[in-house]
């Protein structure tokens, strides 16, 4: 009985250390609004990770009586590919839509991409503020981001109220270990108990 609980004992151990090591790079990204007027503001979206890359980005209207007009891209980096995602568009006031989303390839850490967005009434066009749409909106809920990692990690989470600028907005978090690492630390650990209960049976 003693050698199978030290057998568990180094499986542990091994696991603790290896998944540890797997998750030790961060990933993450910022948000801000620091330019433009305030029915037309300028987004930046930097790559704060250690080393994935961001492969997606969505970003919701918050107040739903407006919505998303005109759209700009724009990037500091030469590499950096974008497409720009906008369904649920509305003919009646021009291309229209409650969220824009973008999918990119060759955003490395560090990188940052720019955009405008022109947000209007639904079905017009006006001079909407969007600090009141994006946030600081009374009853309506707060924009929603959300970004994704070229190693399958997803952050997510909501405008906070700000009461001046800049407005920056930031997630982190470990990065989820790659399917074939997670094996490859399962098959070790089955094998270290494995070699304990053979020492069990040994002895017995």
């Known amino acids: 009985m003693r050698q199978v609980l030290i057998g568990c004992t180094m499986l542990v151990v091994v696991l603790g250390v290896g998944v540890g090591q797997v998750d030790a790079a961060i990933v993450g990204y910022s948000w801000e609004i620091s330019h433009g007027n305030i029915n037309i503001p300028l987004v930046e979206l930097t790559n704060i990770s250690d080393e994935a890359r961001i492969t997606e980005f969505w970003m919701s209207i918050g107040r ?3 919505n ?7 990037s500091e980096s030469g590499d950096l590919v974008w497409v720009l995602q906008r369904p649920d ?3 009646s006031g021009g291309d229209r839509s409650n ?12 990188e940052t ?3 405008t967005v022109d947000i209007d009434l639904d079905h017009s066009d006006t001079d909407e503020d969007y600090r009141i749409v994006l946030f600081n909106n009374g009853g ?3 924009s929603e981001l959300q970004t994704t990692f070229s190693e399958t990690s997803v952050l997510s989470g909501s405008l906070p109220d700000y009461s001046s600028p800049p407005y920056i907005f930031s997630q982190t978090a470990l990065a989820i270990p790659e399917p074939s690492t997670v ?7 089955f094998g270290l108990f494995a070699y304990g209960w053979r020492r069990r049976k040994k002895s017995t």
Not at 99 to 110: A, L, N, R, T
């Open 89 to 91: 568009y509305n003919r």
């Open 68 to 74: 998303y007009d005109g759209v700009t891209s724009g």
């Open 183 to 189: 094996a490859l630390l399962i098959t070790a650990a």
């Open 113 to 115: 991409f720019q955009f």
């Open 140 to 142: 309506w809920l707060n």
């Open 64 to 66: 739903t009586d407006r």
């Open 99 to 110: 969220w824009v989303g973008y999918q990119f390839s060759g955003f490395d850490p560090g």
